[in-house]
């Protein structure tokens, strides 16, 4: 059963770092782009960023480049996306998921960016 | 960047409806068009993807088409478990974008 989980969310002051993490499972990580969408509170989807199976490409949406940086470890089944500088509007819950059109989705972990 | 307008924004409709959502790009996309279903709460699922291939599992009542920029999304025959919210994608290039949603009700 293919499954991710995502963990490291919480709330954070403007300005402030966190650090996502996905753990993959029941399928061969490495055969896949990984993408992060995150969906702010009563908001749509946006994609954020994704990365090549062997991490050699990346894409990231405008309103995240320089701040915001993905990555992965595929001996580890680890997707992780590292956020920067963060702003009010980068409040939202984020997904880890499979694919350039994601067939499988974690359950999100939410971030809150708020003095 | 790829702009993807979806219409209607909301929907109203029944039981046993036939319903169609539209979904239209920016610039051509050919056939890299993915719907996705969300439930309050829930991860998105995908429906449909490829401008007009089932997704394993989805139900057949579910079907889409378009190509180019103009693409549909119809919901034969409604069940009480298809209401709620329908995005468009375009997986085409980078970045990726999503539609603004279309929220059916009953």
């Known amino acids: 059963e293919v499954q991710l989980v995502e963990s490291g969310g919480g709330l954070v002051q403007p300005g402030g770092s966190l650090r996502l993490s996905c753990a993959a499972s029941?399928?061969?990580?490495?055969?896949?782009?990984m993408s992060w969408v995150r969906q702010a509170p009563g908001k749509g989807l946006e994609w954020v960023a994704n990365?090549?199976?062997?991490?050699?490409?990346?894409y990231y949406v405008d309103s995240v480049k320089g701040r915001f940086t993905i990555s992965r470890d595929n001996t580890k089944n680890s997707l992780y996306l590292r956020l920067n500088s963060l702003r009010a509007e980068d409040t939202a819950v984020y997904y880890c998921?499979?694919?350039?059109?994601?067939?499988?989705w974690g359950q999100g972990t939410l971030v809150t960016v708020s003095s | 960047d790829i702009q993807m307008t979806q219409s209607p924004s909301s929907l109203s409709a029944s039981v046993g409806d036939r319903v169609t959502i539209t979904c239209r790009a920016s610039q051509s996309i050919t056939r890299y068009l993915n719907w996705y279903q969300q439930k309050p709460g829930k991860a998105p699922n995908l429906l449909i993807y490829a401008a007009s291939s089932l997704q394993s599992g989805v139900p057949s009542r579910f079907s889409g088409s378009g190509s180019g920029t103009d693409f549909t999304l119809t919901i034969s025959s409604l069940q009480p478990e298809d209401f709620a919210t329908y995005y468009c994608?375009?997986?085409?290039?980078?970045?990726?974008?999503f539609g603004q949603g279309t929220r059916l009700e009953i």
């Open positions: 998921a499979r694919g350039w059109y994601p067939d499988y």
């Open positions: 029941g399928f061969t990580f490495s055969s896949y782009w």
């Open positions: 990365i090549k199976q062997d991490g050699s490409e990346n």
């Open positions: 994608q375009q997986s085409s290039s980078a970045p990726i974008t």
